[in-house]
């Protein structure tokens, strides 16, 4: 008699994915914070974006205040109650838990890294604001942002990650205008909730590790997610592009930034530089996303 062929082994979710975007956020957050706050270069830069932001701020401030005044702490619990109950009626439990992770480690590790971990030393630069490093709005603006991705139906998710990504941009950008925030706060904000989308992809291949709550594949729409990608691939280039070039002429500029255009481009930079991070870090949510589901489906 033929031996009879040995079972297939079930595929595992893939921890290793989320463990390496957690880690290189974690570091991205590490670099900003060690460049725009520690160095004098990086620190001239910020806060000339900063106060680049000052001009046409009486015109810009009206459209800023209404993006401003909707993030709260009553947004982030109507969206964590709103996102868990989607996730419940789909029967998606571990999504629930993976969006309570990401909302509340992401805007309670904000406070904690602003508030007691990430100083702000005299580097010799005049700074008219105290630390502020990470962003609390901007945090709060990308973790309701990647919660909605996280919990919509699977064929809406790439059109939902462009909107949650300009949404963000625009909320970091008034922060800005406000004059609360450099850019590298908010992009420190954004790279924290990426961290935290990590290990919430850990826990959720921890808890469901053979991807049983993964979804209905018939709702997959691969081409959408690469049209998506490929769409937030070329924003990060093209602002990272535009940031880069803007941030050099600026730095030519130093050690004094003259009032005028030579503010503005830093100001240009720093937005620019905001919108290059963000995008790039939606464009590896959805591939993080992606890759775990395809994994988990793969015979």
Known sequence: MGRSAPEARPRRVP??????????????????????????????????????AAFG???????????????SVPLLAAVLLATTLLAVVRRRVVLAV????????ANLTT?????WLLDRP?????????????????????SVATAFVLVVPRR???????????????????????????PSDVVAAVLVVLA?????????ALMDPAGRASGDPAGD?????????????????????????????????????????????????GSLGIAAVTCACFAALLLLRRTTEAAARRP
């Open 221 to 269: 729409r691969p081409r959408r997610t690469a049209v998506a990608v490929a769409l937030l691939v070329t924003g990060a280039l093209v602002s990272g592009l535009g940031a880069g070039l803007a941030l050099a002429r600026s730095a030519a500029a130093l050690p004094d930034l003259a009032p005028g255009r030579e503010l503005v481009t830093a100001y240009a930079g």
């Open 111 to 115: 406070q904690v890294l602003k508030h």
């Open 15 to 52: 921890v290793l994915p989320g463990a390496l975007v957690a880690v290189a956020a974690t570091i991205g957050v590490a670099v900003t914070w060690q460049f725009f706050v520690l160095s004098t270069t990086g620190r001239a830069l910020d806060v000339g974006a900063l106060e680049g």
């Open 57 to 71: 701020r009486n015109t810009l401030w009206r459209a800023a205040e209404q993006v401003l005044d909707v993030v």
């Open 156 to 182: 809406i998710r790439p059109a939902v990650a462009v909107v949650g990504t300009v949404y963000t941009v625009v909320t970091g950008v008034s922060t800005l205008v406000a004059g609360w925030h450099r």
């Open 98 to 105: 993976q969006v309570a992770v990401i909302m509340g480690g």
């Open 122 to 142: 005299d580097v010799g630069i005049g700074d008219q604001l105290l630390a502020t490093l990470p962003s609390g709005h901007t945090t709060a603006a990308a």
């Open 196 to 204: 935290w989308s990590g290990v919430a992809s850990v826990v959720g």
